[in-house]
């Protein structure tokens, strides 16, 4: 019998560790759905941290939950460096039994604080490692994995991950949440895809709709500048403004000193109202957005460009002005092949904004130049792929058959 050929018959034991915010946690669980799926009779553990996202999400989404501590790699000579040793051996000792305990025939990393002690596990146990990073520029957990890993699959090309093994690598895209990856299959049907949107939402499928967001927290400058500019874009188009946790009500200050309050419309109500300016704090269908939306003001978080692409959506990417720049990273490969354009947050003003949105919003073939582009750089199977590759090492099979 070939190597590995008896497990295809057995369970499969995998172990996925990250996790932190949604956009860790929802491609994590992704890629535990498409191996569920692929593979019904798996074994699917979940390692994260107390503190992340995951602790809620995993659990809502069916997958056993094990934690370790958060062990932030120290950058300075200071009294937590100092307490690091301690605390990495303390949470490599737990990941360690977790692998056992699990019988792990893969592990699965997404990056974070949860991943690096348990790919020194997987490596001092001899348990294959798939790594997925979702940034152009990965992060040091995943940079310390890649050293140890057999495959190693990335959302952008040249993120700095070297392995001193032969680990296959490729660019294989971004798990899509289901919603979105449904919404994706359903795309050659647009029209229809709208109109059934609009409907949900609200508005008015006939009109020209913006859609802007800066993430659960929000983007006050974003924010800002796109409220200030009311006036000027409502006379062309409607707008979904998700203002982020907290932020609403300066958003519709803004707006009625603008524009005045009549324009203002609950987006929670199931039909049409008077008002073209819908301001709520958050949006769970998000899928229901970009199927109405002509174009979309964002920031450029990994999961928000990867998604905008896969969908094919037109869009201004203003980068959040911190860090290291690693959301202007993300951006840049999709705008440098036609799909979007990039705004550093200082030049985003609400002049700005009335003067190059407006005319944008009108302009039909550039918006379709765009959503072209942004539609063929996006990759929408990636869960599928992370899912053949990492079955395909716990099986002890060739990764990329």
Partial sequence: MLKGMGKREEQVHVVLAGGGTAGHVNPLLSVADAIRAKRPNSSITVIGTETGLERELVPQAGYELETIEKVPFPRSLNAAALAFPSKWFSELRKAKAILKRHQADVVVGFG????????????SLHVPIAIHEQNAKAG?????????????GTVYDHTGLESKGNASSERVGLPLRPSIARLCRGLDTPRLARVEAASSLGIDPTRPLMLVTGGSLGAASINSAVAGASAELLERVQIIHLTGKGKLEEVKRIVSANAGSEVLNDLSLQHLGQGDYHAVE???????????????????????????AAVGMPAIYVPLPFGNGEQRFNAQPLVEAGGGLLVDDADFTKDWVAKNVVGLVQDQHQLQHLAEAAWKFGTRDAAEKMAERVLALADGTSIME
């Fill in 112 to 123: 974070g604080y949860a991943s690096a002690p348990v790919y020194r596990a997987a490596k």
């Fill in 140 to 152: 040091m957990a995943n940079k310390l994995g890649a050293k140890w890993a057999d495959y190693i």
């Fill in 282 to 308: 958050y949006l769970e269908r998000m899928d229901l957005a970009y199927a109405c939306a002509d174009l979309t003001i964002c920031r450029a978080g990994a999961g928000t460009v990867a998604e905008l």
